[in-house]
Structures are given as structure tokens and as C-alpha cells.
Nanobody, 125 residues
Framework: QVQLAESGGGLVQAGGSLRLSCAAS????????MGWFRQAPGKQRELVAI???????KYADSVKGRFTISRDNTKNTWYLQMNSLEPEDTAVYFC???????????????????WGQGTQVTVSS
């Protein structure tokens, strides 16, 4: 069983930055895929970024160059550094974990086994 806890959300002005963290309690299980997803009001949940235990990563086109996903395996924690935030980035952000190896290029939210409760990010204009 894997439990995930996000932190770092909040209210920020456009152009500002936030760093989200996802701490995993995995009872010794190895997490191979780590991701961030978001859901804006009235919209479907969408992929933001994925990273594997081998450091392969993928980003949504809308966040490339502004967001960076990273991980610290020693702490079983991964991060989403969000810079140059825009009002369109306002959403609930969820972290997700997958135990088995993942193909980053074709990965979707359906490939993830465990989810956090979400953290609100609000970007004001």
C-alpha cells in the first residue's frame, strides 16, 4: 500500500512561483513512476508531468519551460517546481505513483496506481 501526501499549494500572483511536494509512504515498495496531474473547475484531470525512477520525464505542452519535475529517492518524495505561473494554471494538483515500470512517452493517468488527495493552486491575474 502506498500513501501520498501533497503540500505546497496556495495563492500566488501571475508570474510567481510555487513548489509542490509529494511525500510517499510505500512500506518498502519501490515506486517506478511519479507524476503530477491537475484538474481545473469544469475540466477533466490532465497530465502535468511525469518522471521515472531512471529520471526520464515528460511534460504537458502547456507547462514546458515553466515547470520542472524532480525526485529524491532517498526521501521517497517528488516535486513540481512551477515558475511563471499563469491564471490558466489554477487547479487542484494531484500527485500519483506507479509501482511497476512505466513508458513515459505513452503514459496516462490510467497507468498510475495511487493518488494523493490534491492541493489547490490558485493564480491571480
Amino acid at each position: 500500500q502506498v500513501q501520498l501526501a501533497e503540500s505546497g499549494g496556495g495563492l500566488v500572483q501571475a508570474g510567481g512561483s510555487l513548489r509542490l511536494s509529494c511525500a510517499a509512504s510505500s512500506s518498502g515498495l519501490v515506486i517506478n513512476g511519479m507524476g503530477w496531474f491537475r484538474q481545473a473547475p469544469g475540466k477533466q484531470r490532465e497530465l502535468v508531468a511525469i518522471i521515472t525512477s531512471g529520471d526520464t520525464s515528460k511534460y504537458a505542452d502547456s507547462v514546458k519551460g515553466r515547470f520542472t519535475i524532480s525526485r529524491d529517492n532517498t526521501k521517497n518524495t517528488w516535486y513540481l517546481q512551477m515558475n511563471s505561473l499563469e491564471p490558466e494554471d489554477t487547479a487542484v494538483y494531484f500527485c500519483a505513483a506507479r509501482l511497476s515500470p512505466i513508458l513515459v512517452l505513452t503514459a496516462t493517468q490510467n497507468d498510475f496506481d495511487y493518488w494523493g488527495q490534491g492541493t489547490q493552486v490558485t493564480v491571480s491575474s
